[in-house]
C-alpha cells in the first residue's frame, strides 16, 4: 500500500508541475497573441468597418476562447482535486465556453472574408480547422450526453471513457495544428520576411505548441493518479 501510495504521489508532483508549465505557455501565448494583434495589426473589434480590424478577433479567440479554454477543461478534469461531479461540471464548463467563443470566432473569419469578396474554407488551414471544429461540436454532444446527462449506463460510460479521451487528444493537436498553418498562412499573405513582427508570430506558434504538448502530457500523468 505505501509504495502504491508512493507511485501516485510522484505522478501528482509530476502532473502539477507540467500543469503549471502548460499555463505558462499558455498565458505566454495569449500575451504574444495581443502585442501582435494590438501593436503591429492595429487592435480587434467586430463591428469595426475595417475588415482587418474584424479579421483579428479570429486568431484571438480561436487560442484563447477555444484552444486554451479546451486545455483548462483537459486538465481541470485530471488535476483539480475535487469530487468526480465537481470535475464533470469544471469540464463540461471550460469545454461549453470554447464552444461559444470558437463559434464567434469562426464567424469573425467569414465576416471578414465577406467584407473582403474572399472565398471561404479553400485553404489547408481552413480545412483542418473547420474538421476539427466540427469534430469538437460532436464531441461536447457526446460528452454531454453520455457523461453528464443523470441516468446514464455505468458500462456505456466505461466503455466509451477511452475513446472520449483519445478524441479530446486527437483534437488538441488539430486545433494547435490548425493554429499553427493559420499563423503560417498569414506570414506568407503579409509579406514578413526577418521583420520582428515575423518573428514574434514565431514565438507565439513555439508558445501555442508548447502549450499543447504540455496540456497532453498532463493529462497522461493524471492517469496514473
Not at 468597418?49 to 485530471?78: C, E, R, S, T, W
Not at 469578396?117 to 466540427?134: E, K, Y
Request: glycine share 8%.
Amino acid at each position: 500500500m505505501y509504495a502504491m501510495d508512493t507511485f501516485q504521489y510522484k505522478y501528482q508532483r509530476a502532473a502539477t508541475r507540467v500543469t503549471i508549465l502548460a499555463h505558462l505557455f499558455g498565458v505566454l501565448a495569449i500575451v504574444l497573441m495581443l502585442v501582435w494583434l494590438l501593436h503591429y495589426r492595429g487592435g480587434l473589434d467586430l463591428d469595426s468597418d475595417n475588415p482587418y480590424l474584424i479579421f483579428n478577433v479570429h486568431p484571438f479567440l480561436m487560442f484563447f476562447g477555444f484552444i486554451f479554454m479546451a486545455g483548462q477543461a483537459m486538465m481541470a478534469y485530471k488535476t483539480v482535486r475535487a469530487g468526480r461531479t465537481e470535475q464533470k461540471l469544471a469540464h463540461a464548463f471550460f469545454h461549453s465556453v470554447a464552444l461559444c467563443l470558437g463559434i464567434v470566432g469562426l464567424h469573425a473569419v467569414f465576416k471578414f472574408h465577406d467584407k473582403r469578396n474572399i472565398s471561404n474554407l479553400d485553404s489547408l488551414h481552413s480545412w483542418i480547422g473547420i474538421t476539427t471544429f466540427s469534430l469538437f461540436c460532436l464531441q461536447w454532444l457526446f460528452g454531454i450526453t453520455v457523461f453528464l446527462f443523470p441516468g446514464g449506463s455505468d458500462y456505456a460510460r466505461t466503455r466509451a471513457s477511452p475513446w472520449h479521451v483519445s478524441g479530446g487528444r486527437a483534437l488538441l493537436y488539430m486545433a494547435i495544428c490548425t493554429a499553427l498553418t493559420g499563423l503560417m498562412e498569414k506570414v506568407t499573405f503579409l509579406g514578413l520576411q526577418h521583420q520582428r513582427e515575423a518573428r514574434l508570430i514565431n514565438f507565439l506558434g513555439f508558445a501555442i505548441l508548447i502549450f499543447g504538448i504540455t496540456v497532453d502530457i498532463s493529462v497522461v500523468l493524471s492517469r496514473y493518479i
